[in-house]
């Protein structure tokens, strides 16, 4: 099994740099996926990480370190339409999703 | 639009009627997945169907019942619900590898919210 946790809620001003972070304890582990999803809405995908390092894409960038079961999302560069909750979740060998509680990004003018 | 449609996105139900929650998607996967949302809560898997077989069933209560007549149609049957039965319902589908391992990303619908009174 998994658990994954992540912060409950962030504040942050327009303009500014928000980063969320995500730790997991697995078995089997694969991979970490980043979704956004806004009230009301279905989540989408936002990214996937299965090797240690940074993936950038424009304004949002996810990082994965295997070793320390940690991953963080960047959000640079804040707008409104950002203010959304961000699952995070982890996946196993067989394509098992594990997901976290999601972190509500608050974005303030 | 992310490709998997849910009917309906609003129901409020009794504790005695039954009712069915319909998800289609139009990606051409192979892999479906029923999701319960509660309100602060992960995401809970309740279902997975992968080529129209149920893979897995996480000890959903009963009063839960799945259907998957095809490989682009996914039902969820409702009878007898409590009132903590109240969340937002979310369908979800992917594309399975070879040997039932699955990489890809989940594409999820927008969610049946359902109340229970």
């Known amino acids: 099994g998994q658990n994954i946790d992540q912060p409950t809620e962030m504040t942050a001003t327009e303009g500014a740099i928000v980063q969320i972070n995500c730790t997991y304890q697995t078995s089997g582990f694969n991979g970490l996926f980043w979704y956004q999803q806004h009230a009301g809405e279905a989540p989408t995908f936002l990214s996937y990480n299965v090797l240690d390092g940074l993936e950038e894409k424009g304004r949002f960038s996810s990082f994965l370190s295997r070793s320390k079961g940690y991953s963080y999302l960047l959000l640079k560069e804040l707008q409104m339409k950002d203010s959304a909750s961000y699952l995070c979740a982890g996946t196993d060998s067989w394509g098992k999703f594990q997901f976290g509680a999601g972190t509500q990004v608050v974005v303030t003018p | 639009e992310t490709g998997v449609t849910q009917t309906p996105r609003h129901l409020v139900m009794g504790m005695t009627n039954k009712k069915s929650l319909k998800c289609e998607q139009h990606l051409g996967h192979n892999a479906m997945y029923w999701y319960k949302q509660s309100a602060k809560k992960p995401l809970e898997l309740m279902f997975v169907y992968s080529l129209e077989e149920r893979v897995e069933n996480n000890s959903v209560p009963s009063r839960f019942s799945p259907e998957c007549p095809n490989s682009s149609h996914l039902f969820l049957h409702l009878h007898t619900l409590q009132p903590e039965d109240s969340a937002l319902y979310l369908c979800?589908?992917?594309?399975?590898?070879?040997?039932?391992?699955?990489?890809?990303?989940?594409?999820f619908g927008p969610g049946t919210r359902l109340t229970v009174l």
């Open positions: 979800a589908s992917s594309q399975q590898g070879a040997s039932g391992r699955a990489y890809n990303e989940q594409f």
